[in-house]
């Protein structure tokens, strides 16, 4: 698996729309390290971070938002996986921002994959299946967000998994997340085959975005 570390350096001048920070070209996995935006505008800036899945909708999802003060900057140090064809982009109220992304370039492999779930939920108060571990794979999760943008607060949100070898659902977390705010997890959890990965969320619409590693179980000889 071939890797090569790369930078985008660039200027963000284009307001009021999401502009593309880097496309993962094809037969490639991009695995984003840090992202760092400097505001060299006179006034503050109103931000979306959000990301393009090219496998689901052309559509664009915020995974972050908030502001930076004039002449501040901002660090952002995500696990982001972005697969064939799949973009990053950074959204501003106004213009001279400065950007820089670090990421790994990989191939994409076959026995071993790095993966990225991204869904908009548009119901609410159901256990929505935001990942589930494919027949003859382990998954490891790298990171895991949860993105509020109903325009309410959401309270009494459930985060769980489903073991499937005990046929049990087990809660991992639950609370209130703002509007226009995000839970993000970044500890590891392991799923066998056929577990999930479940969120309950109490308004909507939600962003969900896991970022994982596939790997495939060896055949057993008999």
Same mark, same amino acid.
């Given at each position: 698996m071939g890797a090569s570390f790369k930078n985008v350096i660039t200027e963000i001048d284009t307001t009021g729309s999401g502009q593309n920070i880097v496309t993962c070209p094809a037969g490639k996995t991009i695995l984003l390290k840090s992202l760092s935006v400097q505001n060299e505008n006179g006034s503050s800036s109103s931000f979306f971070l959000a990301f393009k899945?090219?496998?689901?909708?052309?559509?664009?999802?915020p995974l972050d938002s908030g502001t930076i003060s004039a002449g501040a900057r901002t660090h952002l140090r995500v696990t982001i996986v972005l697969e064939? +064809?799949? =973009?990053?982009?950074? =959204? &501003?109220? %106004?213009a001279d921002q400065n950007? %820089?992304?670090?990421?790994?370039?990989?191939? *994409? !492999?076959?026995? =071993?994959?790095?993966?990225?779930?991204? +869904?908009?939920?548009t119901a609410e108060d159901a256990a929505y299946s935001i990942l589930t571990c494919?027949? !003859? #794979?382990?998954?490891? *999760?790298?990171?895991?967000?949860?993105?509020? #943008? #109903?325009g309410s607060s959401a #309270? /009494?949100?459930i985060f769980a998994i489903t073991d499937s070898s005990a046929s049990a659902t087990k809660v991992i977390? /639950? !609370?209130?997340?703002?509007?226009?705010?995000?839970?993000?997890? &970044?500890?590891?959890?392991v799923l066998e085959s056929g577990d999930i990965?479940?969120?309950? +969320? &109490?308004?909507?619409?939600?962003?969900?975005? %896991? &970022?994982?590693?596939?790997?495939? +179980?060896?055949?057993t000889r008999s």
């Amino acid at each position: 698996m071939g890797a090569s570390f790369k930078n985008v350096i660039t200027e963000i001048d284009t307001t009021g729309s999401g502009q593309n920070i880097v496309t993962c070209p094809a037969g490639k996995t991009i695995l984003l390290k840090s992202l760092s935006v400097q505001n060299e505008n006179g006034s503050s800036s109103s931000f979306f971070l959000a990301f393009k899945d090219s496998s689901v909708s052309s559509s664009s999802f915020p995974l972050d938002s908030g502001t930076i003060s004039a002449g501040a900057r901002t660090h952002l140090r995500v696990t982001i996986v972005l697969e064939e +064809n799949d =973009q990053l982009l950074w =959204q &501003t109220s %106004v213009a001279d921002q400065n950007i %820089v992304a670090s990421y790994v370039e990989i191939d *994409t !492999g076959t026995n =071993q994959r790095y993966r990225m779930v991204m +869904n908009n939920v548009t119901a609410e108060d159901a256990a929505y299946s935001i990942l589930t571990c494919p027949a !003859g #794979s382990t998954i490891i *999760t790298s990171f895991i967000n949860f993105y509020n #943008s #109903s325009g309410s607060s959401a #309270s /009494n949100n459930i985060f769980a998994i489903t073991d499937s070898s005990a046929s049990a659902t087990k809660v991992i977390d /639950n !609370g209130t997340i703002a509007n226009a705010a995000e839970v993000s997890y &970044t500890i590891p959890f392991v799923l066998e085959s056929g577990d999930i990965l479940k969120f309950t +969320n &109490t308004e909507e619409p939600f962003n969900m975005m %896991v &970022t994982y590693l596939e790997i495939r +179980n060896p055949p057993t000889r008999s």
